[in-house]
């Protein structure tokens, strides 16, 4: 094997031209390879929650947006985070593993649903890296690969945990759902004003 200026050859066969072809290729029918990628990790993603140590590396990205969602809602809505972690353990059942928590001081019937819902702010997350990555970086093939990788990793860790959802049912459900409905009428009405003003 050798390296003659930006080629690199192999007994003589210019391995660049036949990896420059493929690359073209895969870029050229990138909604169809992106399809077939998405597919291949979220299969990898699902095989590897087997085992703790592949399964923190598979996830970690998400892990910490996932964590890091609930996070910055909590403080938003005054649940005061003080424990925010992405070293997985094993599950108390022992059937899986927890990737990641955060642990809160003051949760209560106003912010207990969005905070557990948190996220689901992912998915527009989501759809920004979809729509703007290659407005910032150059359409290349690892480029590409990076950019299906995000959003399979910001989809699957947008959908609310088991434990999430068991938390909105926690207490008085009604006052949770009131107050979730509370937050996001806030949210609204502060987005209108910012709108109106200019601001948005």
């Not at 299969?43 to 910490?64: D, E, V, Y």
């Not at 910032?136 to 990076?146: K, M, Q, R």
């Not at 995000?150 to 860790?157: A, G, H, R």
Request: hydrophobic residues 55%; proline residues 2%.
């Amino acid at each position: 094997m050798m390296i003659k200026g930006n080629r690199l050859r192999i007994f003589g066969l210019d391995l660049s031209y036949y990896l420059e072809n493929i690359s073209n290729f895969i870029l050229d029918k990138k909604f169809f390879f992106a399809i077939f990628f998405a597919a291949v990790l979220g299969r990898i993603l699902q095989s590897s929650k087997s085992n703790i140590f592949s399964a923190w590396i598979m996830f970690l990205t998400g892990t910490f947006f996932h964590e890091m969602a609930h996070f910055l809602v909590g403080l938003v809505t005054f649940s005061m985070p003080y424990k925010f972690s992405i070293i997985p353990k094993k599950s108390e059942d022992g059937n899986g593993y927890i990737l990641g928590h955060v642990k809160f001081l003051n949760s209560n019937w106003y912010n207990i649903a969005i905070t557990s819902l948190a996220p689901v702010l992912l998915m527009p997350l989501a759809y920004f890296v979809y729509d703007y990555y290659f407005f910032y970086f150059e359409f290349n093939l690892l480029n590409f690969i990076i950019w299906i990788f995000l959003i399979v990793s910001l989809l699957f860790s947008s959908i609310p945990s088991s434990v999430d959802i068991k938390n909105i049912f926690s207490g008085n459900f009604i006052a949770n759902i009131f107050g979730f409905a509370l937050n996001v009428t806030i949210i609204l009405f502060m987005f209108f004003i910012g709108e109106f003003y200019g601001y948005i």
